[in-house]
């Protein structure tokens, strides 16, 4: 059985990406990234974090190389970590309009946000979307 399939009678891992930008979920982020995901497992729970061990938050470039990684055990499940409830906002300028490894920021260009959610029975889901980000 794949790790990733629900058995039989097994609801699916529910993930989904509900911040991209500050309070929003736009395709196109200004001046400021959040990247939240929301992920349970319906058969521990329908909140945030229920059944769920951690969530992988990575962000990649136009060409696929990884630019941001953080692995978050704590809901609310945020790529640049702390605050919760609420998520830290990355603000472009106050960080030099570079990601933490010193890469700069490629604005007008699409990113992508990639969360997977890691149950604790051992299945994992992944959602993604892409997003431009400008200044």
């Not at 990247?35 to 061990?53: M, S, W």
Request: hydrophobic share 30%; charged share 25%; aromatic share 8%.
């Amino acid at each position: 059985l794949d790790g990733n399939v629900a058995a039989p009678g097994q609801q699916d891992l529910v993930v989904r990406i509900v911040q991209t930008g500050p309070n929003t979920t736009a395709g196109t982020v200004y001046g400021a990234l959040v990247f939240q995901v929301e992920a349970y497992d319906p058969g521990r729970g329908n909140r945030d974090g229920d059944g769920i061990r951690n969530v992988d938050l990575r962000i990649f470039d136009a060409g696929g190389s990884r630019v941001y990684e953080r692995t978050e055990s704590n809901v609310a499940y945020c790529a640049f970590a702390g605050g919760e409830p609420d998520c830290n906002t990355f603000v472009f300028g106050e960080n030099g309009n570079a990601w933490p490894s010193g890469e700069s920021i490629q604005f007008g260009r699409r990113y992508t946000l990639r969360g997977t959610a890691n149950a604790e029975d051992g299945r994992s889901r992944t959602v993604e979307m892409t997003v431009t980000l400008e200044r």
